[in-house]
């Protein structure tokens, strides 16, 4: 048992990219073609993460010429260069699966405001917390 964690281990990435479901990323994957290789770029929203450890996989949907295109990639695989993320997605379900029947403007995910905190942490901006922003930043 332990030889398979170990093995697994080897497998893993030291640092995976930082993304969640919702967001809309650019996966750089690479294409090996006879003897060359490069690197194609796919960007689509994220609308599902599936499984745990070495076997983790994210589903990428996009629109290519009004078909709807969804392709699924291991985490860790070594053909992965780089996740970039395009636009964080504010969203409230872990699988985006009703983004399929939409069309249009209806396929849209409301985008995440991020407001930097004093020590660089990330603190997404609330209805609350942005009227608080906004009142504090008039009394200066």
């Given at each position: ?30 294409i ?17 993460m599936k ?10 949907r ?19 260069v ?16 009703y ?8 396929a849209?995910?409301?985008?995440l ?16 917390t942005?009227?608080?922003v906004?009142?504090t930043?008039?009394?200066?």
């Amino acid at each position: 048992m332990n030889e398979i964690k170990a093995i697994e281990a080897d497998q893993m990435k030291k640092e995976p990219d930082k993304f969640k479901v919702g967001d809309t990323v650019k996966v750089h994957f690479k294409i090996i073609e006879g003897k060359t290789e490069r690197v194609q770029v796919y960007e689509g929203l994220v609308i599902a993460m599936k499984n745990s450890k070495v076997g983790k996989t994210f589903t990428v949907r996009k629109i290519s010429y009004g078909v709807g295109v969804e392709r699924v990639f291991p985490l860790h695989s070594p053909r992965i260069v780089k996740v970039e993320v395009v636009r964080p997605g504010k969203v409230r379900r872990a699988k985006l699966y009703y983004i399929r029947e939409k069309i249009g403007k209806g396929a849209k995910i409301k985008e995440l405001i991020i407001k930097k905190g004093s020590k660089g942490a990330h603190v997404p901006v609330t209805g609350a917390t942005a009227a608080a922003v906004g009142s504090t930043a008039d009394a200066e």
